[in-house]
Nanobody, 123 residues
Framework: EVQLVESGGGLVQPGMSLRLSCVASGFTFSSAAMSWVRQAPGKGLEWISSIHSGGDIINYADSVKGRFTISRDNAKNTLYLQMNNLKPEDTAVYYC????????????????WGQGTLVTVSS
């Protein structure tokens, strides 16, 4: 069964860093594009970042650009999100998702989602 398990969330103070992990199973991770998406309290889903299977093509939402870094270790079937200089507005449940690409570059859709991990940024 295809499964994505996020971890690494928690309570941190503004300005601190956190690294999220997503362990994948049930599919060939090394061939799959992946994404991070978050949902803040009272808000809808917000796409954060995506990465192609080889890790060479990456993009970020403007809200996190320069602070967050997406990466992957295909040998470990793991996706990462390094979050630096966290802000209160980063508080959200963070989900990793398998992104199916059927067209050029980013033409596709979110195929599978994990359960999410909660990140709370507060003083």
């Amino acid at each position: 069964e295809v499964q994505l398990v996020e971890s690494g969330g928690g309570l941190v103070q503004p300005g601190m860093s956190l690294r999220l992990s997503c362990v994948a199973s049930g599919f060939t991770f090394s061939s799959a594009a992946m994404s991070w998406v978050r949902q803040a309290p009272g808000k809808g889903l917000e796409w954060i970042s995506s990465i192609h299977s080889g890790g060479d093509i990456i993009n970020y939402a403007d809200s996190v650009k320069g602070r967050f870094t997406i990466s992957r270790d295909n040998a470990k079937n793991t996706l990462y999100l390094q979050m630096n200089n966290l802000k209160p507005e980063d508080t959200a449940v963070y989900y990793c998702a398998k992104y199916w690409i059927y067209g050029s570059t980013w033409e596709g859709y979110f195929e599978v989602w994990g359960q999410g991990t909660l990140v709370t940024v507060s003083s």
